[in-house]
């Protein structure tokens, strides 16, 4: 399981991979914005990512609607976690096909229970 | 600041003073048939009127100037034995140096609780593995041999406890050491919220006097109504006050219901 973790700031992206470690996710990348994200992500065997929203560059979403339009990435599960809390947000990050969507600040057991829960419903299929 | 509630409004009474003195000058030399007298009495209306207006704005560009000059205070001593110690002296590098301060902070709690996670881990893996042959000693199915290796271990399991407790105490203390930037940080913020708070009554009064002058002068505008917002695809970061609002979430819990509503 290889995962991508984007978000502009480090010390972010140092939590949720600590988070996952602790979740038994060993394998992880980070990138600091969509621009770098992408071509990661075209070039790199990723099984999941999780991204945040407000970012220089390349935001979360558009990263999102980029991944849902490549046919090789558009199964790609994506987890948002991000300080965007306003409902039409909520419900972009949905339309634009989001499989879970993480408020800041989150506790480790919402991150965890998202991820789970993500991780079901791709097996299941 | 070196100005009054509204320097528009004195500036006004006095205009309008003369004004009037002017103005039955004016109509004076214009019944006595003086047209070259009544033509100066129009330009000196013109010139106090225009006087007026420059000093209201001389003095209030000095005052938005001030706002600027004395929000450059000095921080250095907060940072003696920082090598790249600079004078931080525009708002922007304060709010760089506040960034600077937070993620140094917060990676030194990270590095701390990475190294004593390890340590704590091991205590209790060690504990673990002893109680087992603890229990077995209890039941009486051990064999001498054993536990003279047992007697050993848990002397050493305790010399090291101690020593390994004494280091996470240690970085736990770092860690507290660690949060000092919220003092820093919190007094450049403040300092910057205060040349905010300048700038913006500057600011109103410039909009205060703007209007005076529309008055004097004349001038209608039209009404602007504002463009409505629209959310742009970069996002708007932090929320403040989000249970207060009502288009925004305040909550895992909340997000959690909107997507289910939405069939998640």
Same mark, same amino acid.
């Given at each position: ?6 978000? /502009?700031?480090?010390?972010?992206? *140092?939590?949720?991979?600590? @988070? ?7 394998? #992880? =990348? !980070? &990138? ?29 979403? /558009?990263?999102?609607?980029?991944? *849902?339009?490549?046919?090789? @990435? ?7 976690? #991000? =300080? !965007? &809390? ?40 | ?264």
């Amino acid at each position: 399981m290889k995962i991508l973790i984007v978000d /502009d700031f480090s010390t972010m992206r *140092r939590i949720i991979k600590n @988070l996952l470690r602790d979740l038994g996710f060993t394998n #992880t =990348a !980070e &990138a600091d914005d969509g621009t770098s994200a992408l071509p990661m992500l075209q070039s790199g065997n990723f099984d999941f990512l999780v991204t945040d929203w407000n970012m220089p560059g390349m935001s979360g979403i /558009d990263l999102l609607r980029a991944v *849902r339009a490549d046919e090789r @990435l558009k199964h790609l599960p994506v987890l948002m976690v #991000t =300080a !965007e &809390a306003k409902r039409d947000q909520i419900i972009e990050a949905a339309q634009a096909g989001v499989n879970g969507y993480v408020v800041k600040p989150f506790t480790a057991q919402a991150l965890k229970e998202k991820i789970e829960k993500i991780f079901e419903r791709v097996q299941a299929k | 600041m070196a100005l009054s509630k509204d320097p528009g409004q004195a500036t006004a009474q006095e205009f309008e003073h003369s004004l009037k003195d002017n103005a039955k000058q004016l109509v004076d030399y214009l019944e006595k048939g003086q047209f070259g007298e009544a033509i100066l009495v129009i330009q000196a209306i013109n010139q106090a009127r225009d006087r007026g207006l420059y000093h209201e704005v001389g003095l209030l560009t000095r005052a938005l100037h001030n706002s600027i000059v004395n929000f450059q205070i000095d921080t250095t001593h907060a940072l003696e034995d920082d090598a790249d110690t600079t004078r931080i002296s525009d708002a922007s590098d304060r709010l760089d140096y506040v960034v600077t301060l937070t993620d140094k902070a917060a990676n030194r709690t990270m590095d701390l609780v990475d190294s004593s996670a390890p340590v704590v881990a091991n205590i209790g893996k060690e504990a673990a593995a002893l109680r087992v042959d603890w229990d077995r000693l209890q039941r009486r199915e051990m064999a001498a041999g054993e536990f003279r290796d047992l007697y050993k271990r848990i002397g050493e399991f305790l010399q090291k406890t101690e020593t390994s407790t004494a280091d996470v105490s240690g970085q736990l203390n770092e860690i507290v050491l660690a949060q000092d930037y919220q003092d820093l940080t919190g007094q450049v913020i403040k300092r910057v919220i205060t040349l905010v708070h300048d700038v913006e009554e500057s600011l109103l009064n410039l909009v205060r006097m703007a209007g005076q002058v529309d008055r004097l002068a004349g001038i209608e505008h039209k009404k602007v109504t504002p463009e409505a917002k629209k959310v742009s695809s970069r996002g708007e970061g932090p929320q403040i006050h989000a249970d207060k609002k009502e288009d925004v979430v305040s909550g895992q819990d909340e997000v959690d219901d909107l997507l289910s509503s939405l069939g998640f």
